[in-house]
């Protein structure tokens, strides 16, 4: 078997697991929130951080939704550099991300996740479709 046939289901499976995770954590961030907060802190305070921590999660679902449709669409699945880029990433940020549900680290730390796991793959994704559409660039 070809390398295809292994990078094309890895970084599809990558992407729904981490968004099952995020979608997971978003619906239960309320340990996360407390354990960023001191011992002793206002609505105010946990207003604030429950509004970053949203923030966070929420632009991660949106750059998981656009990668998984430029993926579905076809244009970068058989992009080689592009699957091996994106598997990689979004198994490491899978792998952050459970660590994050199941040992509440403070939410200033899942920026990172979401800076190398989610940022990196969708710029290069952002990329190839500007390369394959625009400048007509076959891979």
Known sequence: MNSISYLVPTRFLAIISQLVIVI??????????????????????????????????SLTLVLLVFELLSFFSGTTMFIH??????????????????????????????????????VLPSMTEFIYIIEVHCFNLGF
């Open 24 to 57: 997971m954590i978003l619906l239960s961030r309320t340990d996360n929130i407390l354990y960023s907060l001191p011992a002793t802190y206002t609505a105010d305070d946990y207003n604030k951080v429950d509004v970053e921590f949203y923030t966070a999660l």
């Open 81 to 118: 550099y592009q699957n091996i880029i994106s598997a990689l990433a979004h198994i490491c940020g899978s792998v952050t991300s459970v660590f994050l549900y199941l040992c509440f680290w403070p939410i200033s730390n899942y920026w990172y996740i979401f800076g190398f796991c989610n």
